[in-house]
């Protein structure tokens, strides 16, 4: 069973637009990461958050953690072809002793 | 500096049989997760090793082991293969435990 539990499973989005996916857990995180996935490769990680309310942005992704440190939310803004993938958010939490749990993914698709 | 590098890429087995993956970690990494990703899941914590010793497990079988060598590489071996072992094996390396890690390309493991 998934203990992070992110929204939407998928989402289609036209080209340009802007999009949110959420990741929520029952504990409270030491550190929240967000990274991409392209179909049955690795993970490339996009943004590592660990302080309460704290806001990070790289090019068109913007990653922001809430102060109680149990969500986090990834925006895209003005949606690109190259933004479509797999995004998964892991968690280190409470006395997992650095052992990253998971979210299901949400997979993202660019309508031209 | 090189990046996470896992070998094989893709592996046929049998059920019964046993079987060896490889990553290399990226250069000054001390630390090497393994995780287990089925189709359409978040990956799973398999174990992770820092600095030659195993420092945590996940809710694996004793059939799943590993070893990490003094060069910081990595070994997961799986005896005994059932069908449900077919996934895609992720590796991971991070300096130290619980900053951001970065990950291999995978293996992808069928077991027929």
């Known amino acids: 069973s998934q203990e992070l539990e992110q929204s939407p499973q998928s989402l289609i989005v036209q080209e340009g637009k802007n999009l949110t996916i959420n990741c929520t857990s029952s504990k409270t995180l030491y550190g929240l990461y967000w990274y991409k996935q392209k179909y049955g490769e690795g993970l490339i990680f996009l943004m590592m958050l660990q302080k309460g309310g704290e806001e990070k942005s790289h090019e068109k992704i913007t990653a922001k953690l809430d102060e109680k440190k149990q969500q986090s939310s990834l925006h895209i803004t003005a949606s690109q072809p190259s933004h479509a993938g797999i995004y998964l958010c892991g968690a280190d939490c409470v006395d997992s002793n650095y052992q990253l749990i998971w979210g299901a993914g949400t997979k993202l698709i660019i309508k031209p | 500096e090189t990046g996470v590098t896992q070998s094989p890429t893709h592996l046929i087995k049998t059920r019964g049989q046993q079987v060896t993956l490889r990553c290399s970690s990226q250069?000054?990494?001390?630390?090497v997760s393994w995780y287990q990703q089925a189709l359409g899941q978040g990956p799973q914590f398999i174990f992770q090793?820092?600095?030659?010793?195993?420092?945590g497990r996940g809710n694996f079988p004793p059939r799943f082991s590993g070893l990490q060598f003094p060069n910081y590489s990595s070994e997961l071996n799986v005896n005994a293969l059932e069908l449900d072992d077919s996934a895609l094996y992720l590796c991971?390396?991070?300096?130290?435990?619980?900053?951001?890690?970065?990950f291999g390309q995978g293996t992808r493991l069928t077991v027929v």
């Open positions: 090793y820092y600095r030659e010793e195993e420092n």
């Open positions: 250069s000054g990494h001390n630390t």
């Open positions: 991971a390396s991070s300096l130290p435990p619980g900053a951001e890690a970065f």
